[in-house]
Every structure is written in structure tokens, then in C-alpha cells.
């Protein structure tokens, strides 16, 4: 099976009230983890590719390593532009076999956003590529911040249909107070999500798929682990799983993780050196994080995002 849009995929998560996984990376160890625990579990999946992953690892390679994952699990895959900046990156990627773009225009001035991402639309739809929008911006919402400064970071119910409608998009995400890496919330802060804001958009938007950034739930075991090991991220508080899986039964319909797969690659290491500290055969040690990943990953698709089972 060639690499697959997401357009299936999320009109089957919207009527089963579910949510597609998609997981940032950028080696082979990464993606082998994330894809063998997917076929494991039989889930469909989204592989999403940064703009600083792309110059780490080279689009090539990363194009060649999913087709490889494809060839070894035949599950349904769409290859993803994560936060694409400009419509010349976008184009690339759309020209190069990704099958899905992100335009993220959500700091621009919103007719500027809608500009853009109108540009990006009508060149992907014309390749048989997909588009998923920004509007709102991601940020870590802090408890002292302003209510009024905090608000202005949200997604704005009342553009999201206008937003759609003159771009063409195929997929929005949206802010409500999710935040990306892994200091989402202060210690004793409790972490709240603007479902609220979510649920007035499911009205505007009917039948339309939402995505989620920055939805890493941070596991405590693993920054225990990063910690006892030498690390120094004692604050790192994460999304709670029971919010993640309330906003996979919605019309959230891609969830996006990259924290999470970073910290257990980083802990799974780190212990690994603890213990074996004279070990300098670079498999010795990715082994077992690999191993790491498709242990958290599995437990994402059966326990939070509800996919498996369904490639
Ligand atoms: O949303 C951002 C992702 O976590 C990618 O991060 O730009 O460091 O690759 P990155
Ligand atoms: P996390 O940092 O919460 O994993 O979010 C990743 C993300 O949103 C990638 O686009
Ligand atoms: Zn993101």
C-alpha cells in the first residue's frame, strides 16, 4: 500500500469517536518503534516530519525510512509536514511524497494566515496532498498570566468557520491550552483544558476533523528515570491522559506527541549508561530506547487515543 492522505482515516475517527496518532520523527530507531508498536495493535498512524527534523535527518532519508515502514507493516501511514513555516517548505514537501502538509500561519496577522494557507491549499489539493491550518497560538498558559493575555492565545470560535471556508483546509488545529515540549504546567497548577472552547468550534465546524498540538502527557516514570540518571527536569508536567482520551472522543481527530517519545528515548539511554557505563556500540544502547518507544506508543494507541484496531 503507497503512503495514504488523511483523509480516510479521520472520517473514520470522527464517526468512531477515536483519535490518529501522530508522532514526530527523525531517525530510523524512532520510527521503527513507533511503527512496529502500531502493527502490533494494528493502528493506523500519522509520521510527522519538522522542519528542523527535515535538516537533521534529510527529507530523502526520512521519505526512503517511512517507505520502508510501509513496506515492512502495510498499515495505512500518511506522511506529515509538522509546522511548516513558509509555502515554499510546504511545496517541497508536497513535490518530495509527503502526503499531508501543515501551513502553521497562527503568528501571522489572520488575513495574512488565511493568504498563505489559501496558496498552500490550492497547490496540495492539485497534487492529491492534504492541508491541515493553524488558528490560535500554542504557548505554555501560566497561571499568573492575565486572564484576558492568556484568552488572546486560544483559538477564536468565531473565525473558525470563516477561517475554513476561504482556505480550503482539510483539518484545523486549534489552541486550548495544550502547550508543546514538556513544562506544560507549574508544579500545584491544575492543568485544565478549554473544552468549552473545543465544543463551540464542534458546533461551528460540523463533520470537520480538529487536531491537537502539544498533547505529550509527560509520564512521570520516565522523568523520574531522566532524573534519577543525571538529568534536570524535575517540573516537567504534562497533559493528564483522561483529558487526552475526553478530547479523542470528540471531533479531535490527530493528537500530536513528540515530548513523550523524547524523554523515553532520553531516559531508556540515560539508565542504559547508568548501568553499563563503559558501553560504546551505539546499538547497545538505541536498542532498548527503541524498545521504549514502542512500549509508550502502544499504550498511547490502545489506552488514549482509542486507534487500535483500526488500520
Ligand atoms: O511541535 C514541535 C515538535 O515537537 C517538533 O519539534 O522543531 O524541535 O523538531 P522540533
Ligand atoms: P508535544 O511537545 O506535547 O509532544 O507536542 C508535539 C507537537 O505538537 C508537534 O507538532
Ligand atoms: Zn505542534
Not at 4 to 25: P, R, S
Not at 30 to 48: D, K, R, S, Y
Not at 279 to 296: C, G, H, S, T, W
Request: glycine letters at 8%; aromatic letters at 6%.
Amino acid at each position: 500500500m503507497p503512503l495514504v492522505t488523511t483523509t480516510e482515516m479521520f472520517k473514520k475517527a470522527y464517526e468512531g469517536g477515536y483519535a490518529i496518532g501522530a508522532f514526530n520523527v527523525n531517525n530510523m530507531e524512532i520510527i521503527q518503534g513507533i511503527t512496529e508498536a502500531a502493527q502490533e495493535v494494528n493502528a493506523p498512524l500519522i509520521l510527522q516530519v519538522s522542519k528542523g527534523a527535515r535538516a537533521y535527518a534529510n527529507h530523502t532519508y526520512l521519505v526512503k525510512l517511512v517507505e520502508a515502514a510501509l513496506q515492512e507493516t502495510g498499515l495505512p501511514i500518511a506522511l506529515h509536514l509538522d509546522h511548516g513555516d513558509s509555502f515554499e517548505i510546504c511545496k517541497q514537501c508536497i513535490d518530495g511524497g509527503f502526503t499531508s502538509v501543515m501551513f502553521d500561519g497562527s503568528s501571522l496577522p489572520y488575513e495574512e494566515n488565511i493568504k498563505i494557507t489559501r496558496q498552500v491549499v490550492e497547490y496540495a489539493h492539485a497534487h492529491g496532498v492534504v492541508v491541515e491550518g493553524e488558528l490560535g497560538t500554542l504557548a505554555g498558559i501560566e497561571d499568573d498570566v492575565q486572564v484576558d493575555a492568556a484568552d488572546a492565545s486560544y483559538t477564536k470560535p468565531e473565525e473558525v468557520q470563516d477561517f475554513v471556508e476561504r482556505t480550503g483546509v482539510d483539518s484545523l488545529a486549534i489552541a486550548i491550552g495544550t502547550s508543546h515540549g514538556a513544562f506544560k504546567f507549574k508544579p500545584g497548577q491544575n492543568p485544565q483544558l478549554r473544552f468549552d472552547i473545543l465544543e463551540d468550534i464542534e458546533r461551528r465546524l460540523p463533520n470537520f476533523p480538529i487536531v491537537l498540538h502539544g498533547a505529550s502527557s509527560v509520564p512521570q516514570d520516565l522523568v523520574a528515570k531522566v532524573n534519577k540518571f543525571g538529568g534536570a527536569m524535575p517540573d516537567a508536567i504534562g497533559i493528564p491522559e483522561e483529558m487526552l482520551r475526553q478530547a479523542a472522543k470528540s471531533a479531535v481527530c490527530k493528537i500530536n506527541i513528540d515530548s513523550d517519545l523524547r524523554l523515553a528515548m532520553t531516559a531508556t539511554i540515560r539508565e542504559h549508561f547508568a548501568e553499563h557505563p563503559a558501553d560504546f556500540d551505539p546499538r547497545q544502547y538505541l536498542k532498548p530506547a527503541r524498545a521504549a518507544i514502542k512500549e509508550l506508543v502502544k499504550h498511547k494507541l490502545i489506552n488514549v487515543l482509542g486507534c487500535d484496531g483500526k488500520a
